[in-house]
């Protein structure tokens, strides 16, 4: 073998071997993650150990290392203890039922001073009532005819299920996470009552019928303000074609963070032809993370992609197990570009046009941070390690993030989005699938209305009651009125 030879088989040994390294370190992080998961465990919590890590190196009292020199000084003060507040009082709007307890001797001759007087808690289970509609019939003189008072209109005709029945049942699956299996068996236990399964799933679907003008009303109110936030979880679903196995569908999920509403939207897939049909026309602000789907949607003109601090503050979360000291650094620069959106937010209070000055000012900066520091430190990690993997996805997704500054409306992340799929992922474990693709869209607009009741504080089964009792008869030119959160805003 001449030396030529021998030197390139010894250059490809060691690439060879350096891509078998990066190979087992992205499978160590994996590992660790899924350790995380399986003991329950995935928490992003962090606490910067050295707090100059957070300050920027654009600051105007930076040293030459990028620190700043903060001056020091000690502080004493004295404060009152504090005192336990107390058992929590009860609410005042709850049902009163007293008991009187007078004491065993006789007291008719005694002078009543006071009283003492405890309150304690009772649970009264819940109860079904048969509601019967009695209606006169009366006939009218010389036999014109009988005279005898309609029905009133119900949410399915010729239905034994009022309203309130039928909110409860919806309610129970969808923000208790009970199945309909389940709620049938309590039923039958407390009230020797036993639906059939079908029935529950026919209710749904009459109701959902019902509500989809309402629906199509919140996808057109969610579109018209020019800033939505859109994310997509994933959901089994029983497929007719799909012998032994499920189907993944996905919802994909739209919120309006001004209007504080949120839209599920069932698909079959994971791919652009569902976003690209829902925001067909839309014009304005989406925020997401960087799966690659939102990049085809933002060809569009009109559409301006934003991105999400989060999804890449925790790509550093990721890499902490494999690479401490640089993955620190980073989120110890994100500790204090959230500390100071805190503050910005106080001082701003709800006026958008000093939250984007203040951001320029106090935010940008810390971000530029970011990005210069990984620029450095790029080309000294594997490009597919945790912290690799993080810096790349942080480079990429930094245009979308710039857009966050053009508007003060727009937030740092998509936090809130993912609380409202939060149900969902509940639910998953509960209900594993969905019956069918229909069920998945029914199941999907039951969650935005919930959802959305959730971020307005409206009270979900007496918003379901009150809708299913008036929308039969509502106009359908004034559905808005309908909507969660509706009469608050309108006040």
Not at 169 to 191: G, M, N, T, W
Not at 205 to 231: M, R
Not at 255 to 267: A, E, G, I, M, T
Request: include cysteine.
């Amino acid at each position: 073998m001449t030396y030529q030879e021998l030197q390139r088989e010894n250059q490809q040994l060691r690439a060879s071997n350096e891509a078998f390294k990066e190979k087992i370190s992205a499978m160590e992080v994996q590992l660790g993650q899924l350790y995380k998961l399986i003991q329950g465990f995935k928490s992003e919590h962090f606490i910067p150990e050295i707090l100059e890590q957070q300050l920027s190196l654009f600051s105007e009292n930076a040293d030459k290392t990028g620190q700043v020199a903060s001056p020091k000084e000690t502080i004493t003060y004295t404060r009152e203890k504090q005192k336990h507040p107390g058992r929590s009082s009860l609410p005042e709007h709850l049902p009163v039922r007293e008991v009187i307890l007078e004491p065993v001797e006789d007291v008719s001759t005694l002078k009543k001073i006071g009283q003492e007087v405890s309150e304690t808690l009772e649970y009264t289970p819940a109860s079904l009532v048969k509601r019967r509609t009695i209606r006169p019939k009366y006939a009218r003189k010389d036999q014109q005819g009988v005279v005898i008072a309609p029905l009133p209109t119900r949410p399915i005709e010729k239905s034994i299920a009022e309203a309130c029945l039928l909110a409860y049942i919806l309610v129970s699956k969808y923000i208790d996470h009970l199945p309909f299996y389940r709620q049938i068996q309590r039923f039958k236990r407390e009230f020797g009552w036993e639906p059939a399964s079908s029935t529950l799933s026919d209710w749904m679907a009459s109701c959902c019928q019902l509500l989809k003008p309402l629906y199509n009303t919140l996808k057109q109110k969610i579109l018209e303000d020019g800033y939505i936030q859109a994310d997509e979880s994933p959901i089994k679903v029983l497929d007719s074609d799909k012998k032994g196995s499920t189907h993944q569908g996905y919802q994909w999920v739209y919120h309006d963070p001004l209007q504080k509403l949120v839209l599920f939207n069932y698909r079959k897939g994971r791919g652009q032809q569902g976003p690209k049909e829902l925001l067909d026309g839309y014009k304005g602000y989406v925020q997401c993370d960087g799966w690659g789907v939102y990049d085809k949607i933002g060809i569009d003109p009109d559409i301006t992609m934003a991105g999400c601090l989060v999804h890449a503050r925790r790509k550093f979360v990721d890499a902490r197990d494999q690479d401490k000291a640089r993955a620190e650094k980073a989120l110890a620069i994100f500790s204090e570009i959230y500390r100071q959106e805190g503050a910005i937010k106080e001082e701003a209070a709800g006026d958008t046009d000093m939250r984007k000055k203040l951001r320029l000012k106090k935010v940008l900066p810390l971000l530029q941070q970011i990005k210069t520091w990984i620029q450095e430190e790029q080309f000294k990690v594997l490009p597919k390690s945790a912290i690799g993997k993080a810096m790349t996805y942080f480079i990429n997704q930094y245009p979308k993030f710039e857009v966050i500054f053009e508007d003060g409306r727009i937030e740092l992340d998509n936090n809130l989005i993912e609380n409202a799929i939060r149900p969902l992922a509940l639910g998953r474990k509960n209900f594993l699938f969905a019956g069918s693709h229909k069920a998945a869209q029914n199941a999907a607009m039951l969650y935005s209305f919930f959802g959305s009741c959730k971020m307005h504080g409206v009270n979900p089964q007496e918003w379901l009651e009150d809708t299913l009792q008036r929308i039969p008869d509502h106009s359908i030119q004034k559905l808005e009125e309908l909507l969660p959160g509706y009469k608050k805003a309108s006040l």
